[in-house]
Each structure stands twice: as structure tokens, then as C-alpha cells.
Nanobody, 125 residues
Framework: QVQLVESGGGLVQAGGSLRLSCAAS????????MVWFRQAPGKEREFVAA????????SYADFVKGRFTISRDYAKNTVYLQMNSLKPEDTAVYYC??????????????????WGQGTQVTVSS
């Protein structure tokens, strides 16, 4: 069992930055692929970024490439999402997730084993 707790969301102006954090409980953090998803009102939950168990591989949705960076800290059992050059269309609830999937980059919501509660990110124009 893994519990995931996100933090760092908030209101920011377009062009600004935020860093989301996701703290994972338990000793099994290194055994999971860690993933960020987001869900805007009226839309389906969509993949944002993922990082492999070793941290050596990352993948991103096309709409965040070059702007967002995913990373993980094994000492703190925490995964981060650094978001730069934010746009109003980035407004959504952002969810941290853990998967036991074999690494292939993209992760679907149906392939997630554990979800966080979500954190709201609002980007004003």
C-alpha cells in the first residue's frame, strides 16, 4: 500500500512557475514508476509526465515538453513536477500516481495502482 500526498498547487499568472511535490509513504517508493496526470473541468484525465524507477528515464506529453520537468528524490520519497512558462490551458487538478507497469514512457490512467488526492493549479491570463 502506498499513500501519495500532493502539495504545491495554487494560483499563478501566465508565464509563471510552480513546483508540485508528491510525498509517498512506505519503503517501496523505488519500485514504482511515478506519474503526473491532470484533469480540467469537463475533460478526461490526461497523462502529463512519468519517471522510471531508477530516475534515468522520463517521458512527457507533447503539450508540456520543454516547459515541465519531472524528478524524484529517493531520500525524501518524493516526486516533483517543475512547471515553467505556465499557460491558462494548464489550469487543472494535478494528480500524482504510482504504477507497477514496466517502463515504456506513456502510462494510461487504467494502469495506475495508487492515486493522490490531487492539487489545484490555476493559471490566470
Amino acid at each position: 500500500q502506498v499513500q501519495l500526498v500532493e502539495s504545491g498547487g495554487g494560483l499563478v499568472q501566465a508565464g509563471g512557475s510552480l513546483r508540485l511535490s508528491c510525498a509517498a509513504s512506505g519503503r517501496t517508493f523505488p519500485t514504482y514508476i511515478m506519474v503526473w496526470f491532470r484533469q480540467a473541468p469537463g475533460k478526461e484525465r490526461e497523462f502529463v509526465a512519468a519517471i522510471s524507477r531508477s530516475g534515468g528515464s522520463t517521458s512527457y506529453a507533447d503539450f508540456v515538453k520543454g516547459r515541465f520537468t519531472i524528478s524524484r528524490d529517493y531520500a525524501k520519497n518524493t516526486v516533483y513536477l517543475q512547471m515553467n512558462s505556465l499557460k491558462p490551458e494548464d489550469t487543472a487538478v494535478y494528480y500524482c500516481a504510482a504504477s507497477t507497469l514496466s517502463w515504456r514512457g506513456l502510462v494510461r490512467p487504467s494502469e495506475i495502482d495508487y492515486w493522490g488526492q490531487g492539487t489545484q493549479v490555476t493559471v490566470s491570463s
